[in-house]
Each structure stands twice: as structure tokens, then as C-alpha cells.
């Protein structure tokens, strides 16, 4: 939220990192800062003080907001020159901006804090520009600076961010008073003004300059040829294979800890994976920092063309896994030093796939596809930079000494602890409303992503946008009888978000009648969708588990009419029986792939339930005798606990059966009716 006691200079920073941040071309995600120096007054001895006001370690310009922003007294930040002991002592830096804070102090300062303090201008941006890092990863890029912008933007060396950077750029915009900014080799662009406005305009300028400078300048071709058969698929082709594809990469990239994952297949992606360059370029990795730090030191390149057999792509995938997991630890043996932190895992978090795309991987959608937006700003990084010469990112040594370091790690540790769902896809059927939503609902709160899947696309997308978007839920439209509209659902849940490995079976429907009035029709729908529908959703569901080769369970929403024979209900009922079988049935077959198989039994789920509000609430008040606003109250009524049963209460069930808790708890049911003695299970 917007300060409204902030300095004018502090809300047209927050507007100006607004602007910078909203396109990720300019910067990327968290990367990158900006700052302002005001002069506000010592609420204490009322003397004037120069404040910085710096956005904080981990922040994102996108979406800053002034507590987002570190605040340090200027004139300390400056004395630290005092004692700052050398590059190999940077990291006692960041500890020392703790002693220079303003007030509260704001956000965590970052390890760039330094160049916004130490540059005199009262403004100073600090980007992360694709253009501009290809001139900064550029073979030449010192040359090529000097050519695009002359004297007004001048070229730093690599240097590791930190004290002695900023000083460097403070002697430099010191030493030559016309100078605008500087290109950072390797890193990124830093700029500064004694304006906002000033500040903004001369960072587009830059970027836009630099922008130009590789169109006119660069070569039009820059991967240069296509490699035959590598091409891209056409694209419903290209989303099939991904969806095979990808639960067997998702389990690969899952060795370590169990993540989800994006595709990206734009054409940008596409061109580099089809060209003869990424053979040369993928090994090289990235080049900014904080492009490597997202997506580790390089990607995964398949090397077979897309029309090689599925089995062969796959069988290539692992050999290339096992590689990679192989060289990376041997990266981390060649460069770790004794204080460094542990090896975080060796899985790869990009995998290029020629004629298919990119997979990125991370702990939760949103992680997964920043990710990937990193890799994308890698690429049009290689683009500019061999279109004007050779991509020549920073040696792998720094890479590593950024990767593992201590601040970086810092960041890592500040982190919310993840959620019990993290790392999981969920796939939920009849999501769309009552208990199927509720349950889309709890999982996606828990950390899963989730796939709603529904015939009512509509209602299924509106819950999905309930949940979080895209980041958190996606809806599928699905006819769980039609065997064929199943298998490209759980396809694309797949091509989505890397795989499946919690499935809840919850679409039903109900028609009450008494066994005369029963029609073969009415049998039939019911076990077209329950019964019939639960066999192909689990069983489209178990291929995907296997291919991963992760922990994974399927949750049948069962009912107690499973056990309990009641009244004018013999198709609903018999459904059910079925479905609570299945349970059993395939908890013994699916357990030695490590998937457990139960489900839950609810009953009088009257208010927010998709059935009753069909037209099955008032048939089983004419059963009952009572009024059908009354309904709740009588199921209630007649429970050992006396309490209505709600979706949230069978949304809580199906969590407490697919959270750990229960690891070694398969082929059960759990009741979630408050208590009917009949249908206690024995």
C-alpha cells in the first residue's frame, strides 16, 4: 500500500520502480533496485539528515512498496569507507548497513546498497536490461560500449556486487561529471540523475540505445541455422509430447526435492532449440547474475530430434540427467571452499527440449516460472550478444562464488518455510462447485497446484481465478466418461504444471428414486460418471505417477450411502459401493509405485453442494418428510455429533489424507458425516 506520509521523493521512487519494473525486457523479476537520497528532519534532535531510501534485498520493482524499501542514514553509509578491509571481506559489509539504519530501517538492505550511496546523484537505478547485458556479455562488449554510447555511459569490468563496485562507480561518475551511467561487464546497467525523473528517462534512453545499436548493428540471424529435423512440432503436436514428456522430466528434476514445472514453447525459445548455436551456447549457461542464481549454472540440452521414438527421448533423459547431476557436483567440489554453504541439490531447473520447449522447475508454479522468464532473458542475452559478437558470460568460477554465496544463501534462509503441499500437482474432479471447489480450494491454500477439472469450464476457470490464477490453479474442461476426453485432460495437466500426483475423484451427480421409477438411463449416467468416470481419471492418473516415479495419492469422494442402504437411491448408492471398492482394489495394486489409494465418506453436505442444489436436496426431503430448507438440520440431527457436515469439513479430510501425516495409510475410508452409527465402518 501506498505511504501517504512518504516524502514526495519517496513516492515518485516507488512510481519510477513501477515503471522500470513492469516489463522484465528492462529488468527481471526481483532483480535489480532503485533509490532516492531525501533530506528529512531527526525526529530526536530535530537536525536535518540525508536519508537513503533503497529497495531492499529480494524485492520486486513491479510491485515495490515503501516497506519495501531499506532506509540508512547517508552520512553512516559513507563513513563505512572507514573500515571497509577489501574485496575478500564484502560480505562484513552487508552486516554493516545494519549500524547505518534510519528509524525502523525498513526492509533487509541488499549487497548493492553501495553504489546507490556512494554515487552523489540524488537518484540512482540499478537494472538488469537484456540489451544491455548482451553488450555486457559481449566478447568485445567494452568496445561495443564505447561505440553504442560514447562518452556518456562507461564500461566497469566484472566485478562481484558489492562495497568495492560501488566505489568504483562513485569514482568514475566522480571523475567525469558528464557520465549518465555505467555498463556493468557481465552484470547490468547502473544509472543515476538528480531527478526521478531525470533517473527514469535516461535508463529507457540507455536501454532503448542499446536496443537500436543491436538492430541496425547485428547480425539478422544471430543462432544462424536451423538443424534438420529439430524444428518445432506444430503446436497441438508439440503440447501432446510435452504432455508425455514432461511427467518423466518432473521426476528427474525431482530427485532431490519435489518440484512442478512450466513450459514455455515461444517462438523465441523454439528458434534457439532448433538452431545449430544452442549446441555451443546452452553449456555456456548464463550470464547475470541473478539469472543463474533462478535457473543453476546451465540447462539440461536433450539431444535427439522430437520425432525420435517417445521411449527413446526418455531413455536419452535419463542419461543426460544422470550427467548432469554428475557435473554438477563435480562444479561444486572444483569451487566450494570450506565456509561455503551446502550443495543444494544437483537436479537441473531448465531442460531445453528441441521442437518442444523449455521446462523449468521450482518448488511452486509462480518459482517454476520466474524460472523460466530468467531463461528467456538468458536467451535474448545470447541473441544480442552474438548478433554483435560472441556470447562470453562471466567465468564458471565467479559463478559459483555468486551462486554459494553467503548473502545469497542469506536470502534462501529468510524464506517462509515451505507449505505442507509444496511441490505437488493436484488434479480434482466436479471442481468447479461445492465439495470438488472446497477442495480445489483447501489444496491450492495448502501449496499445491491445482487442475479444476469440470465439464462447467466457466465455473471451473471463475474458481480457478478464486484460488491465485495461473500461479495456483488452472481449469481443464472434462467429461470424466468420455475416455478419451480424460486422457487429454490429465494430458495437459501434465504439459501444465510437469505432472499429477494428487487425484480426488470427486464428480458425481445423484437422481433419487425409488427402484420402480429407476430408469436403465438413470443407472447408467450415474456410473457412466461416478464409477465408470473414477476407473479412467485414476488410471489415466497412475500412468503419470509411474512415469514420475514419485510419492503420490488418489482420494475417492465416496459417500455413506456406500455402506448404509437407504431409501430410493439404489443407482446413487450402488455408485458409490463401487467407487468405495475401487479404493480397496487399487490401494493394493498401486502401492508398490508408492501411491496410496483412499477416499472419505461424506454425508448431508447440503449447504454448497453442487448435487443438492440439482434437484437431489428436495427429492431426499420428500424421502425424509421434512422441508427442504430443513434438510441440514435433519441430517445433523440424526448424527452422534449433532453437527451440520460442510465441503470445508470433507475438503479437510481429503487434506489430512494426502498431507505426510498419514504416510503409510492406504486403502481406507474416512467418514466425514458427525457420527452415523450406521455407517460406521468395520
Not at 533462478?294 to 517417445?310: H, M
Not at 531413455?315 to 548432469?324: I, K
Not at 504416510?663 to 466425514?672: D, K, M, N, Q, R
Request: charged share 20%; with cysteine.
Amino acid at each position: 500500500m501506498s505511504d501517504p506520509a512518504a516524502p514526495p521523493e519517496v513516492k515518485a521512487l516507488i512510481q519510477r520502480s513501477h515503471a522500470l519494473g513492469v516489463d522484465p525486457r528492462v529488468t527481471n523479476y526481483a532483480g535489480g533496485n532503485t533509490s532516492c537520497k531525501v533530506m528529512v528532519t531527526d525526529p530526536v534532535t530535530g537536525a536535518a539528515t540525508d536519508v537513503l531510501y533503497v529497495k531492499g534485498s529480494g524485492g520486486d520493482l513491479g510491485t515495490l512498496q515503501p516497506d519495501g524499501l531499506a532506509t540508512l542514514r547517508l552520512d553512516r553509509v559513507r563513513a563505512l569507507r572507514g573500515v571497509y578491509r577489501g574485496v575478500e571481506h564484502e560480505d562484513e559489509m552487508v552486516a554493516a548497513f545494519e549500524h547505518c539504519r534510519w528509524g525502523t530501517g525498513g526492509a533487509a538492505p541488499s549487497i548493492d546498497t553501495a553504489m546507490h550511496a556512494l554515487v552523489d546523484a540524488r537518484h540512482v537505478d540499478h537494472l538488469h536490461p537484456d540489451a544491455v547485458i548482451a553488450l555486457a556479455a559481449a566478447a568485445d562488449g567494452e568496445a561495443l560500449t564505447k561505440e553504442c554510447f560514447g562518452r556518456e555511459v562507461a564500461w566497469v569490468p566484472w566485478r562481484r556486487p558489492g562495497f568495492q563496485l560501488g566505489l568504483q562507480i562513485a569514482s568514475l561518475a566522480a571523475d567525469n561529471p558528464g557520465l549518465r551511467g555505467v555498463v556493468l561487464g557481465g552484470h547490468g546497467l547502473t544509472t543515476w540523475a538528480d531527478t526521478s525523473e531525470a533517473c527514469q528517462a535516461i535508463s529507457f534512453e540507455v536501454i532503448r540505445r542499446a536496443e537500436r545499436f543491436i538492430s541496425d548493428r547485428g547480425r539478422p540471424d544471430p543462432f544462424g541455422a536451423v538443424r534438420p529435423g529439430f524444428e518445432p512440432l506444430p503446436a497441438d503436436e508439440r503440447r501432446r509430447l510435452a504432455g508425455e514428456l514432461a511427467p518423466h522430466i518432473r521426476g528427474l528434476c525431482s530427485t532431490d526435492r519435489q518440484v512442478v514445472g512450466q513450459l514455455t514453447d515461444s517462438g523465441l525459445v523454439l528458434d534457439l532449440l532448433a538452431s545449430d548455436a544452442v549446441v555451443r551456447l546452452a553449456p555456456l549457461g548464463t550470464s547475470c547474475p541473478d539469472h543463474f542464481i533462478r535457473t543453476k549454472v546451465r540447462p539440461l540440452l536433450l539431444d535427439l530430434p522430437p520425432t525420435a521414438p517417445v521411449g527413446d527421448l526418455v531413455a536419452r533423459l535419463r542419461e543426460l540427467h544422470a550427467a548432469y547431476r554428475e557435473d554438477y557436483a563435480a562444479y561444486y567440489q572444483r569451487y566450494a571452499r570450506p565456509d561455503s554453504p551446502p550443495l543444494r541439490g544437483a537436479d537441473p531447473v531448465i531442460v531445453l527440449v528441441p521442437g518442444i520447449g523449455m521446462f523449468s522447475f521450482g518448488p511452486d508454479v509462480r518459482s517454476a516460472r520466474i524460472a523460466g522468464e530468467f531463461y528467456v532473458n538468458a536467451i535474448n542475452v545470447m541473441r544480442g550478444a552474438e548478433a554483435l559478437s560472441t556470447y562470453q558470460p562471466i567465468p564458471e568460477s565467479e559463478k559459483f562464488r555468486i551462486e554459494y554465496w553467503e548473502l545469497e544463501e542469506a536470502k534462501l534462509r529468510r524464506l517462509p518455510p515451505p507449505r505442507p503441499l509444496a511441490g505437488r500437482v493436484a488434479f480434482v474432479t466436479g471442481a468447479a462447485s461445492g465439495i470438488g471447489r472446497a477442495i480445489a480450494a483447501r489444496l491450492g491454500a495448502e501449496g499445491a497446484a491445482v487442475v479444476l477439472a469440470d465439464r462447467d469450464t466457466a465455473g471451473a476457470q471463475t474458481a480457478a481465478e478464486e484460488l491465485g490464477g495461473a500461479d495456483v490453479a488452472v481449469a481443464v474442461e472434462v467429461d470424466v466418461s468420455d475416455e478419451s476426453a480424460v486422457a487429454a485432460a490429465v494430458r495437459e495437466a501434465a504439459a501444465t504444471f510437469g505432472g499429477v500426483d494428487l487425484v480426488v475423484n470427486n464428480a458425481g451427480l445423484s437422481i433419487s428414486k425409488p427402484l420402480a421409477e429407476t430408469t436403465a438411463a438413470d443407472w447408467d449416467v450415474q456410473h457412466r460418471v461416478m464409477a465408470r468416470g473414477s476407473f479412467l481419471v485414476s488410471r489415466e492418473a497412475a500412468k503419470v505417477m509411474e512415469a514420475q516415479g514419485l510419492p503420490a495419492d488418489i482420494v475417492y469422494v465416496v459417500s455413506k450411502n456406500a455402506v448404509v442402504a437407504g431409501k430410493g437411491n439404489v443407482a446413487y448408492s450402488a455408485a458409490k459401493a463401487d467407487q468405495a471398492h475401487q479404493v480397496r482394489l487399487l490401494a493394493t495394486e498401486l502401492g508398490p509405485l508408492g501411491v496410496r489409494v483412499n477416499g472419505v465418506n461424506p454425508d448431508g453436505v447440503v449447504r454448497g453442494s453442487g448435487i443438492f442444489e440439482g434437484g437431489w436436496g428436495e427429492e431426499r426431503a420428500k424421502v425424509y418428510g421434512v422441508p427442504p430448507e430443513d434438510l441440514g438440520k435433519f441430517y445433523a440431527g440424526r448424527t452422534v455429533l449433532g453437527h451440520e457436515v460442510l465441503p470445508e469439513h470433507v475438503a479437510a479430510a481429503v487434506f489430512a489424507l494426502c498431507s505426510g501425516d498419514l504416510a503409510l495409510t492406504t486403502g481406507t475410508i474416512v467418514p466425514v458425516d458427525s457420527g452415523v452409527p450406521m455407517a460406521f465402518l468395520r
